[in-house]
């Protein structure tokens, strides 16, 4: 296990002050299903992220940054508020987020910025300009709808194979919407729904340079089927990548619908996936590459992070949905010349639910109410808080799942009560009440349990799940008295989804 101290590097980061009337911009930058450890920054020296490792020797990396939910909507939405996902009303994928509910693109806004969001954001609901703060809205059913119209791709030459249209996760095999034959989209880069939004971005830079903007960019990849054009196909041979092995307590929890794939398939997977980052990498390059064109680079914000990270065959599992470091562990990037010294590292914990209120510290604008994190700007002045964070808490209510992550355990409670709606089902819909403990310094791999051997560490952690619910949850008033820590955490998991 790599040794976490709060920052890395030789030369403190420097947070200096803003020039006088000269207001920064913002640029958050944000992809789906991306993993930290697809990346070549991450210490990946498979990855193929340039941009994305230039912008990190720009800026600082945090190293151990963590989601707060490892699927779409809660994580996008708890972000967005700055508060767990449970707070914002948004725990499982198809809840939309209250228009009521405070954002800090909100408080921008009302800051005087110019705002905008293109691409993927997970509201399920239909865009419309002033949704949650922003001015310019172009998302989900809106984005695809303008890049169909605007957008004819031509065909693709016969002799190149491209993958089979429409996607249907769940309705054809697992191989097939998993692009395991790592076969492109049947579009050239320019006429992709990535590079559409990008270009909707940078036009976007082009018509507000004048005034500050905060603007959001938030692509599709490398989400499943791991798109990427016909120029990037044979990217990265299959063969390259090894299987990860399953552990001796796997069985029981590998989804049904991943049981048939061969290791051919799944090598093919992963394959796609990284192409795929490859895509979403240079589509992102345009948009940094715009900045720098129309000289907004030294005054701009640029932020980095996805909703969360991505299984590869680790566990046998293709997907997020679950407590493994892989599934949850994200990047996170913050450049802004002149004010954050380039090459740091910062290895603390942090969680999404930190990002809100850091980006608005350094803009200089009101503080966002109800929000549940912190701030990092310490770490972006070379500092440390006073009380960093010694661990991280995730949950994931579709499967009442609640994960606790220290320096050196990581703790796997779950209910079993529920019988999981996301499309992972196992043999057992509703195994009963389950804990893990994993002992990170002998077991990075997360594959066998020692709760058994460490009840004292067990009641810690399962201590600090509950002391985070009931601190962020908005039913902790109405937590029964009486109960173990167990029956306790019981009451918080069950989803409460309301608009």
């Excluded at 990284?274 to 640029?302: C, I, P, Q, W």
Aim: hydrophobic fraction near 35%.
């Amino acid at each position: 296990m790599r040794r976490r101290t709060f920052l890395a590097g030789l030369a403190p980061t420097i947070l200096r002050s803003q020039p006088q009337g000269n207001r920064p911009n913002l640029v958050f930058l944000m992809a789906d299903d991306h993993a930290a450890y697809v990346m070549g920054c991450d210490g990946n020296r498979l990855a193929r992220t340039p941009n994305l490792d230039r912008l990190a020797s720009q800026g600082i990396r945090f190293d151990s940054h963590y989601c707060n939910s490892p699927v779409c909507t809660p994580s996008r939405q708890g972000l967005l508020t700055g508060t767990m996902p449970h707070m914002a009303g948004v725990t499982v994928l198809n809840t939309p987020l209250s228009p009521s509910k405070h954002t800090f693109a909100k408080v921008l806004k009302d800051a005087g910025y110019n705002t905008a969001v293109f691409g993927k954001m997970h509201w399920n609901q239909p865009g419309k300009p002033g949704l949650f703060g922003f001015d310019v809205v172009l998302t989900e059913g809106e984005a695809r709808r303008e890049w169909q119209r605007q957008v004819t791709p031509q065909p693709a030459p016969p002799e190149i194979p491209t993958k089979r249209l429409p996607w249907q996760p769940f309705k054809t095999p697992a191989r097939e919407w998993l692009n395991a034959d790592c076969l492109p989209y049947p579009c050239r880069d320019e006429e992709m729904r990535g590079t559409f939004i990008a270009r909707q971005a940078i036009e976007f830079l082009r018509r507000n340079r004048r005034d500050p903007f905060a603007l959001w960019v938030s692509l599709p990849e490398p989400h499943s089927p791991f798109d990427f054009p016909i120029e990037d196909r044979g990217a990265f041979p299959p063969s390259m990548f090894s299987v990860p092995r399953v552990g001796p307590e796997d069985a029981w929890q590998i989804p049904l619908i991943f049981r048939g794939l061969s290791d051919k398939d799944k090598q093919g997977i992963i394959a796609a996936y990284y192409t795929s980052v490859l895509f979403l990498d240079r589509n992102f390059g345009r948009v940094l590459a715009a900045l720098d064109e129309l000289k907004l680079t030294e005054n701009t914000l640029v932020i980095y992070t996805p909703d969360h990270g991505y299984m590869l065959g680790q566990h046998g599992r293709f997907e997020k949905h679950c407590g493994y470091d892989q599934a949850m562990r994200v990047p996170l990037i913050l450049r802004w010349p002149g004010r954050i010294r380039a090459g740091q590292v910062a290895r603390d914990f942090t969680e999404h639910i930190d990002v809100a209120p850091t980006v608005l510290e350094l803009l200089g604008a009101p503080a966002l109410e109800g929000a549940q994190g912190a701030s990092l700007r310490p770490y972006l002045e070379g500092k440390r808080p006073p009380h960093p964070r010694d661990h991280v808490v995730v949950d994931y209510l579709e499967n009442e799942e609640v994960f606790v992550r220290t320096n050196r355990w990581k703790l796997i409670f779950c209910s079993g009560k529920r019988a999981r709606q996301d499309g992972y089902e196992t043999d057992n819909p509703r195994p009963g009440r389950y804990l893990r403990l994993y002992d990170l310094r002998s077991d990075r791999g997360e594959f066998t349990s020692v709760a058994r051997q460490n009840p004292r560490v067990v009641r810690e952690l399962l201590g600090l799940a509950l002391a985070r619910f009931r601190a962020t949850h908005p039913d902790a008033g109405r937590e029964p008295k009486g109960l173990t820590p167990e029956e306790s955490l019981e009451f918080y998991l069950p989803p409460r989804d309301a608009a």
